[in-house]
Structures are given as C-alpha cells and as structure tokens.
C-alpha cells in the first residue's frame, strides 16, 4: 500500500537557522498539507496546497513559512528563519479528492 | 472558531471491555468527520469516517462510530477491545463538506489496554 514518507525523521537545528522539511506524499495525489503538533497540544493545520498554490493558510503559517513542490514528487516546508516555539512535530498530508488525508509519519523538528 | 472536544484524556481498560471514547465539535453548519489512530511509533491513519448518510459507520479492527447532529458528538466505539488497540485516537473535523479544507483536530485520547 503506498505511503507518505517524509525526511528527516528527527532535524535538530540552531535559532535562527533556516530548515526545509520534505515530503514525498502518494503519487497519485493532488491536495497537500502541512499540519504540526507541538508536544502535549492539538494536532494544528498550517497550510494546504493543491494546483500548485496555497489555497488555505492558518494564522501560524506566517511570512517565515513557504511551502514548494518543485518537481512534482515532493513538497517541503520551509521555516526561514526559526524560534523556539517552532519546535514541534511536522505532518504531512495528501488527499486524492479533498477529503480523506493520509498523513505521513511526521518529522520532529528540535530548535535549540 | 471551529473546535473539536475529546473529553477523555488517558482511558485504561482491560482487554474484552467495550470502548467509548467522545468527541463534541462546534460547529453548525455541514461537516466531515473523522477517527484517526497513532500506534505507538507510527503516523495518523484514518480509522473511520463519516460524510452523509447512515450516521452509524463502521471502520477498521471493528470500530465504529455514530454521528448524533443534536449533539454534536462523533463517538467512537468497539465491543470488545484488544491489548493491540493501545494507540491514541484523534477525532477531527472538515467543515463544509466540499474538497477543500483543513481538519480540526482534538487533542487526542490516549488509549491503554492491558492484557
């Protein structure tokens, strides 16, 4: 059965210091997600993205937040420049029609 | 805003104990509605769902759940539960309906059965 992978699986990274977090969501799929959960809380949207644009953004997916998908295969996150509280763990999600999403198992991201 | 209320933080049960776990979401007009589960070192998978019709809907390892539109509620239920069910269940919601639209998650329900 085809899954969504996503790498790194664990990104420590410094304050400051720009990370890309990448997916490679079910290849047949057309609307992609980007949800976080920072430990203990909700599972939060951040962004959802379909023909090749934003079409939905939460309030927490600010100017330091893009997402891509460059070659049609994947579809990263990138945060320009990180804070503390970004730390947290990274979903990303794909949905053939729009309404069932298959997540991928996360990244958990550690900003120090 | 939208929010999706899971009342049970951490339920413990003996294996073959029935299951119920709940989910309150606010909001009046149309929804979908979801069960995700997360086995321990695993992803969200979609464990059941519901779009119109029949508000009782079956899903996977024998689950079910049933919409109650009165009450807002989507809960979750299983008859007889498995040392293997220990996971934690994330009710979510889409509004609208349409294809578009992210999902409201809860805050999950940590489930532990004990053998």
């Known amino acids: 059965e085809p899954e969504v992978t996503q790498t790194p699986s664990h990104q420590v990274t410094q304050m400051g210091q720009e990370v890309i977090l990448r997916c490679v969501p079910i290849?047949?799929?057309?609307?992609f997600y980007w949800y976080r959960q920072i430990l203990g809380q909700k599972v939060e949207f951040l962004v959802s993205?379909?023909?090749?644009?934003?079409?939905?953004k939460s309030e927490i997916f600010d100017d330091q937040f893009s997402v891509e998908r460059p070659d049609g295969s994947n579809f990263t996150l990138k945060i320009r420049s990180t804070k503390l509280e970004d730390s947290a763990m990274y979903f990303c999600?794909?949905?053939?029609?729009?309404?069932?999403?298959?997540f991928g198992p996360g990244t958990r991201l550690t900003v120090t | 805003a939208q929010s999706v209320s899971q009342h049970n933080h951490h339920v413990i049960l003996s294996e073959a104990a029935s299951l119920e776990l709940g989910c309150n979401y606010s909001?009046?007009?149309?929804?979908?509605l979801f069960w995700y589960v997360q086995y321990p070192g695993q992803h969200l998978q979609l464990l059941l769902k519901?779009?119109?019709?029949?508000?009782l809907v079956k899903g996977i390892k024998g689950f079910e759940a049933e919409f109650i539109k009165s009450k807002f509620s989507f809960n979750l239920r299983k008859p007889s539960v498995q040392w293997s069910d220990t996971a934690e269940y994330f009710c979510?919601?889409?509004?609208?309906?349409?294809?578009?639209?992210?999902?409201?998650f809860g805050k999950g329900t940590k489930l532990s059965v004990k053998p």
């Open positions: 979510a919601v889409k509004k609208d309906g349409g294809s578009q639209g992210n999902l409201i």
């Open positions: 519901y779009f119109s019709g029949d508000p």
């Open positions: 999600a794909g949905s053939l029609e729009g309404y069932e999403q298959y």
């Open positions: 290849s047949n799929h057309l609307y």
């Open positions: 909001y009046g007009g149309t929804v979908n």
């Open positions: 993205f379909y023909n090749n644009e934003i079409s939905e």
